[in-house]
């Protein structure tokens, strides 16, 4: 029979602990334990085989793991774990949006508890103000749901520093007063920087530039993330080392890993092995994925880089509007054509291309001239459902969203439920130690938090209460918004933030960067 727990005993946390990754760990609090985890399975990040456990959470620590069906201590509040997963809460490495202004709800509800912000080359702002240090003294004072975290972004870095978009090589003086600004931004507590090569400005940036900033982040140990130049199944390798090469002698992360017309499991295996042979070689080469065959990006992808910002589209459309036109079909041609995009914008959100340029009398090609580079975002189903599986069954990918508050793709609101659904429960193609770590330890990581991603005493006590086998992600193209079921309790910093199918707390804070002053 199990003993009753000392509070002497859940200070020290020395019962039943649990493998660790090689992070440093603070000590656990020095206070009596506030919630009490019964006889829960317990799959605590590292990959260790799942056990049965009682845990202890004191504060906003895990206070201490032991044997299970363990008596409560006076005063903390019981809850019943009846064999369901207790993990560490997941870490989205790619997230768009602002908590300043929109509700993450969605994210806790499929068991996020930390994100990172300002990916893709564009960070959050307050108004106007593109300095990131106004932005985090705004996030330290807000009532936040689940843990923010937040990199430097090179679009924004450049356009706050005065470059204009149309400048392909800045001189020195404005490659210094870049790297100078990413300097203050990664001191004040950023976690690295984040390029958007497929995107303006990031289009326009050589590699000098990027390499400058990426020696810059290298001094201050933090990670380079791309959305790189291409991912196109002919170019993504040659994409790949550029971004090595701007990273260097940095950590390189490769955002949202995928292959862009790449057809087959074999094609993926080759991706994984060539990412391998990298590591092998002494480059910290890292990546994430999401669980879904389509894209969700602008339609200025779509158009050739002449037509769009900051050049003058109206004159582009007056004076080249056939070779416009041409180029488009081509490039839908190759996407699939028309049916392969599903816009998800106002006022047409929900139809494909070619549904909205029916509707509108129109060729899809003279649509998309009507409205511009900037008239939509939609899904772009370009990517082969085999080859991606084995990009998210790697366990050496981290699993990330790509999505935010609002986007209609359901990778916002489904894509961890997906991972535990699909291919924990239905395939059986991932045990959920190993799925639970793709979410958690692994991205941890990735960035450095060295007390949060693993369940174990003096971690923070960012934790998920589950049973696999009833969580369903519910959302799909046509109805993105519905939110994922089956992650009972979701708890943050020590602290319920999400439980009953709704949020019931603020308690997440404002993550900085180890090194942050």
Do not use: C
Request: proline share 6%; hydrophobic share 45%; glycine share 12%.
């Amino acid at each position: 029979m199990v003993r009753d727990i000392t509070r002497r005993q859940l200070v020290g946390g020395a019962i039943a602990g649990s493998a660790l990754v090689n992070l440093p760990v603070r000590a656990a609090p020095r206070r009596g334990p506030t919630i009490y985890f019964r006889d829960v399975l317990l799959v605590d990040g590292t990959g260790a085989k799942p056990r049965r456990a009682d845990v202890a959470v004191a504060g906003d620590r895990v206070a201490a793991i032991l044997p299970p069906r363990g008596a409560a201590p006076h005063g903390a509040r019981l809850v019943l774990g009846e064999g369901r997963v207790l993990a560490p809460g997941f870490i989205d490495t790619h997230t768009h949006g602002n908590p300043l202004e929109q509700s993450y709800d969605a994210f806790l509800a499929m068991g996020v508890t930390t994100i990172l912000l300002g990916v893709d080359g564009s960070g959050p702002r307050v108004g106007e103000d593109l300095n990131l240090a106004t932005w985090l003294t705004a996030a330290d004072r807000a009532s936040l749901s689940l843990n923010v975290a937040v990199l430097a972004s090179h679009g924004t870095l450049r356009r706050a520093t005065g470059i204009p978009d149309a400048v392909r090589q800045p001189d020195d003086a404005a490659l210094a007063r870049m790297a100078a600004q990413l300097d203050r931004e990664l001191t004040a507590g950023a976690f690295g920087i984040s390029y958007g090569l497929e995107y303006v400005p990031g289009i326009y940036a050589a590699g000098t530039e990027l390499a400058g900033l990426g020696q810059t982040v290298a001094r201050h140990d933090g990670v380079v993330m791309s959305h790189m130049r291409s991912e196109n199944d002919d170019e993504i390798e040659a994409s790949i080392e550029e971004l090595i090469a701007s990273a260097h002698p940095g950590r390189p992360h490769i955002s949202h890993l995928k292959v862009v017309f790449g057809k087959g499991e074999d094609r993926a295996r080759r991706l994984l092995d060539y990412i391998a042979a990298k590591r092998r070689s002494g480059i910290d080469l890292t990546a994430d994925a999401y669980p879904y065959s389509a894209g969700y990006t602008g339609i200025a992808l779509l158009f050739p880089e002449w037509a769009l910002p900051p050049s003058d589209y109206g004159a582009i459309v007056a004076g080249r509007r056939q070779e416009l036109r041409a180029h488009l079909i081509a490039r839908m041609t190759r996407r699939g054509g028309p049916d392969a995009l599903l816009i998800g914008t106002a006022p047409y959100a929900g139809k494909t291309l070619a549904q909205a340029a029916d509707e509108a009398g129109l060729h899809y090609a003279d649509f998309l001239i009507k409205i511009g580079p900037g008239g939509a975002s939609g899904a772009h189903f370009t990517m082969d459902g085999a080859l991606q599986d084995i990009l998210v069954l790697d366990p050496d990918v981290a699993i990330s969203t790509d999505g935010g508050p609002g986007m209609r793709h359901p990778r916002a609101t489904g894509t961890y439920a997906k991972l535990i659904e699909q291919y924990v429960v239905n395939s059986g193609r991932l045990p959920i130690e190993h799925a639970v770590r793709k979410a958690t330890a692994l991205p941890a990581r990735i960035l450095r938090l060295a007390d949060r991603g693993t369940v174990r005493p003096g971690a923070k006590a960012d934790l998920i209460l589950f049973a696999p086998e009833r969580v369903k992600a519910r959302s799909s193209y046509l109805d993105p918004f519905a939110q994922a079921q089956g992650f009972d309790m979701v708890m943050v910093n020590g602290r319920a933030a999400f439980e009953g199918g709704e949020r019931v707390g603020a308690p997440g804070r404002l993550l900085r960067a180890a090194r942050a002053s």
